[in-house]
């Protein structure tokens, strides 16, 4: 059975840095694009930023470019998002989402249940 | 950068009525080389994570009840549900995957009326 589970959310202050873990299992981690995707408080979806199977292709939305960075592990199975100079902005729901389909892009068919990041003071 | 924009914003629907949804992507998502359309469809329901309901368009996910259907064309798509259950109350959002960055619909929300 596939499983994505999130880990790291909290509450950070403005400017401050978290990391966020992916613990997935249930499939061969190192051959598909996996994801970031946030949902602030009562918004739509958002990507963050995409890996691609072998780690050889990121990319990042415009709104995190620079202060975000997305890598993989997979001797562990985990993807991580490091993320630096945080924002009021940035508060939200983060998942984890392994895509399928379409080599390094592709639709969602696996979600993680968030992990809820807060920036404030 | 494609913009995918949805409407309605939100409907309301009586039970065993139809409800239609509709996406339109700023450019073609209409691959030439395998006429195939880069387009999916999800339900997320308050609290939960989104569930992929269709692919390519109008490939049903496994498990997801025939009563939702996608078609479209190049850039106009339509997620239809044929008789809205109480279940479907959810927001759905629609996804491109045609090229990066990848990009959702701003979503619509199904209501019973």
């Known amino acids: 059975e596939v499983q994505v589970l999130e880990s790291g959310g909290g509450l950070v202050r403005p400017g401050g840095s978290l990391r966020l873990s992916c613990a997935a299992s249930?499939?061969?981690?190192?051959?598909?694009?996996m994801s970031w995707v946030r949902q602030a408080p009562g918004k739509g979806l958002e990507w963050v930023a995409v890996i691609s199977g072998s780690g050889g292709s990121t990319y990042y939305a415009d709104s995190v470019k620079g202060r975000f960075t997305i890598s993989t592990d997979n001797s562990k199975n985990t993807l991580y998002l490091q993320m630096n100079i945080l924002r009021a902005e940035d508060t939200a729901i983060y998942y984890c989402?392994?895509?399928?389909?379409?080599?390094?892009?592709?639709?969602?068919?696996?979600w993680g249940q968030g992990t809820l990041v807060t920036v404030s003071s | 950068d494609i913009v995918m924009t949805q409407s309605p914003d939100s409907l309301a629907v009586s039970l065993g009525e139809r409800a239609t949804i509709n996406c339109k992507s700023s450019q073609s998502v209409l691959h030439s080389s395998n006429k195939k359309k880069y387009l999916a469809w999800y339900q997320q329901k308050p609290g939960q994570p989104p569930k992929l309901l269709i692919y390519?368009?109008?490939t049903r996910e496994s498990g997801v009840p025939d009563r939702f259907s996608g078609s479209g064309s190049g850039t106009d798509f339509t997620l239809t549900i044929s008789s809205l259950q109480a279940e479907d109350v959810a927001v759905y959002y629609c996804?491109?995957?045609?090229?990066?960055?990848?990009?959702f619909g701003g979503g619509t929300k199904v209501e019973i009326k």
């Open positions: 996804q491109q995957y045609y090229s990066t960055p990848l990009s």
């Open positions: 390519w368009a109008s």
């Open positions: 989402a392994k895509l399928i389909g379409a080599g390094s892009s592709g639709w969602v068919d696996y």
């Open positions: 249930g499939f061969t981690f190192g051959t598909y694009t």
